[in-house]
């Protein structure tokens, strides 16, 4: 194991390609132990795949998209950092969870770089990331995290070094619903689903649609919601769908529904885990976690419990290769290695089943 | 093997000439760690025995269907391995480092 008090600075770079988001960005660690060590961000370049309205992103145009603009990005974040790469210590890649053409483009890429330039290579759970990036950047010391994006959505508490699931969505996820109605109104897909629907939002909230709010347990369910609120839509359109109070609802009043029910549901079990754990502390990470009604319910339960919301801003909610550097310097520190031969992608890869050897 | 050229009768090898042993090594490394997604196509990588600068790719398929799809997919791969080697190795950067620090 490599002795850090003889490298008081050390630089990663962080590949990011699990959805449409192709992220890189270059992390420095400074201070001479993982326990007194602080972040900083020395770049962080992204670029999005926007399908068009009505459309998702597809696994191959996504891995096209990531390829074609790779080289590009990544001369970006480099540029940026301006950092040469005899002081780089380390090449982070997504392992996953994620998509898998998208994933194996950028991991590709990430060897290639590795070989290049003579470097170990760092495997990445990418919710790991989005949890570690959070505590950084928030400083929340021990919070109950909520990770709820496009792909994943998970109430997660760390115990004896494993980010343990508290309770998590039987069916898809709750940034897969709100993607996914968004192409129902053919809401426009840039500069993201979720942010548009949270805008048109903001005109809606004359009337509360009822839509069938569903938590078993620490789970969650959305497939019927959206359902329900793809029926909605359709009535809408006919000119036959009317509100409680008679009158006729738009497509504002069906986004601040939806809104509404699904949140509501992550407050309930995000409040739940609280109880369990005994912390005070809720840190909101991935995508949906930009959502800034989602942030106000949560810290209104968070202040009720004498605690407080932690979140972040877009550029580490949403995918970003930072937090995959962050999260996969904190594992190298450790002596953790992703040998070439082993630097495999898989879609299906468990929050908790990484070691977090980096935290007591 | 008699069985197998039976069951995988659609083949194709390439030969992918690189500037010299060392990228031809890196692009096998960095391309054999995926493994091919379909049972109905088998895939052998190898730096050429006789010339260390080519990458030999031999594909076998049951169908040429299955064939096309998966050497497309393999030159997607390829085409991004190739790229960052030209924009993104050490000796690259440098110049263009040096390039830059001279015109500002």
Redesign the interface.
Known sequence: MMDLTKTPRRIALGLEGSANKLGIGVILHSGPSLSSSSATVLSNIRHTFVSPPGTGFLPKDTAAHHRSFFVRIAKQALAAADVSISEMDCICYTKGPGMGAPLTSVAVAARTLALLWDKPLVGVNHCVGHIEMGRAITGASHPVVLYVSGGNTQVIAYAEQRYRIFGEALDIAVGNCLDRFARTLKIPNDPAPGYNIEQLAKQGGRVLLDLPYTVKGMDCSFSGILTRADELAAMMEKGTGKGPDGEPFTPADLCFSLQETIFAMLVEITERAMAHVGSNQVLIVGGVGCNERLQEMMGAMAKDRGGSVYATDERFCIDNGIMIAHAGLLAYETGFRTPIEESTCTQRFRTDEVLVKWRK | MATESLEYPCALTLNVPFPDARLA???L???Q???E?SSLVKRDLSVAQDEESHLRVEYKATTNRMLRVAVNSFF??L???L???E????DV??AR?ASEAKTP
Do not use: G
């Open positions: 090594s890196v692009a490394r960095a391309l760690v995926d493994k997604l997607d791969s085409a991004l391995v790229e960052v080697m924009e993104l190795d050490v950067m440098e480092k």
